[in-house]
């Protein structure tokens, strides 16, 4: 069982449209990861959130850590092949790092 | 050069076979860690290391085990390699100040391992 669940599992989108990702527990956490994979590479990490609420920008990535933390989201706006990859969120508990599955996001021109 | 480096990227081998993955890092960082990755699960925690005397056991230990052989090596054996350890293994390097949280995992790039 996922202590992490993300969905969807996959997206495929056009160029220039805007995508939204979602990591949901049933725990708390003390803070909440956000990585992106490419092929045939490790998972590199693109936000830290640690406070409920908190909203993070990055460039044209938005991330939002839930009131209670125990969810979040990704939102990306206007998406370029470039974003093309599998997004991953990590929960902060118990002095450990829990994975969700991941969101496979496909972007085509 | 890669700060975290995995040997071999791929490797195929055989049930009953041993089989050693092996990680190194130049980013000076206390803690290592050792994921496996499958499709439709994510990164499971294999085991972990906060230093060369401190070494933990992850989610899905069994059927492996490890050696920290100084701060920047770190390797993971497979005694007797079944199929079902097919996936792709990942290292990974943090740093230590924070004392409960684990902080941004740097990983290496993958080995991908086959066990026919």
């Known amino acids: 069982t996922q202590l992490l669940e993300q969905s969807p599992q996959f997206l495929s989108i056009q160029e220039g449209e805007n995508l939204t990702v979602y990591c949901n527990s049933s725990s708390v956490f003390s803070s909440l990861q956000w990585y992106r994979q490419e092929p045939g590479e490790g998972p590199v990490l693109l936000v830290t959130v640690v406070t409920g609420g908190e909203v993070k920008k990055l460039k044209r990535l938005t991330f939002q850590f839930g009131d209670a933390r125990k969810d979040s989201s990704l939102h990306i706006t206007a998406a370029q092949p470039g974003d093309t990859g599998l997004y991953l969120c990590a929960g902060n508990g118990w002095g450990k790092l829990q994975f969700g599955a991941g969101t496979q996001v496909v972007v085509t021109p | 050069d890669a700060d975290v480096t995995q040997t071999p990227r791929n490797r195929i081998t055989k049930t009953g076979k041993r089989i050693m993955l092996e990680c190194s890092q130049t980013k000076g960082h206390d803690r290592m860690y050792w994921y496996r990755q499958d499709p439709g699960l994510g990164l499971r925690l294999i085991y972990y290391?906060?230093?060369?005397?401190?070494?933990n056991k992850g989610e899905i230990s069994d059927g492996y085990s490890v050696s920290r052989q100084a701060q920047a090596k770190f390797s993971l054996s497979l005694e007797s390699a079944i199929p079902n350890q097919t996936a792709l293994y990942f290292c990974?390097?943090?740093?230590?100040?924070?004392?409960?949280?684990?902080?941004?995992?740097?990983f290496g790039e993958g080995s991908r391992l086959t066990v026919l």
């Open positions: 990974a390097t943090s740093d230590s100040r924070d004392r409960v949280n684990t902080g941004e995992l740097f």
């Open positions: 290391s906060f230093d060369v005397k401190d070494i």
